[in-house]
């Protein structure tokens, strides 16, 4: 057997999907540049957004933090550890959520049944999913 014989096809549709949406940063790149089933793009495209809301809130606490610096001579250990706080919480939200959407995904099964059909949550990633590929297409 070669590289070349192996096919992603071969595994199966629940065990992929929820292998895109675990938090593994770059996972959402196979789904999007090598699948054909619309179930893994979509898997992709949720891992996408929620790595894109991720990466937003740790820039924003960055930001922040030094718009505090830049105007607040020295503003302490206390605004530090809110700082440290606040991006280990964005982290574990991160880690969590795509954890959950993993098991969403192996929990539709091989058939594709929407087990998260109406979710809020996945509705809204789709949404910022959305519009990332609108805001990278222009």
Do not use: C, H
């Not at 949406?21 to 793009?41: H, K, N, Q």
């Amino acid at each position: 057997m070669t590289l070349s014989d192996l096919k992603l096809s071969a595994v199966p549709a629940r065990i992929r999907a929820a292998l895109y949406s675990l938090p593994l940063f770059i996972g959402w790149i196979v789904p999007l540049t090598w699948e054909d089933d619309a179930r893994m793009i979509q898997a992709g495209r949720r891992a996408l957004a929620m790595l894109l809301l991720y990466a937003a809130g740790i820039f924003a606490t960055y930001l922040l933090s030094g718009l505090i610096q830049l105007f607040v001579a020295d503003p302490g250990y206390v605004v530090s550890l809110i700082f440290f706080i606040l991006r280990t919480l964005f982290g574990l939200v991160y880690v969590f959520a795509s954890l959950w959407l993993a098991y969403l995904e192996f929990a539709r099964g091989d058939a594709g049944s929407d087990a998260g059909a109406g979710n809020p949550v996945l509705e809204f990633l789709d949404r910022v999913a959305n519009r990332f590929e609108k805001l990278v297409s222009r």
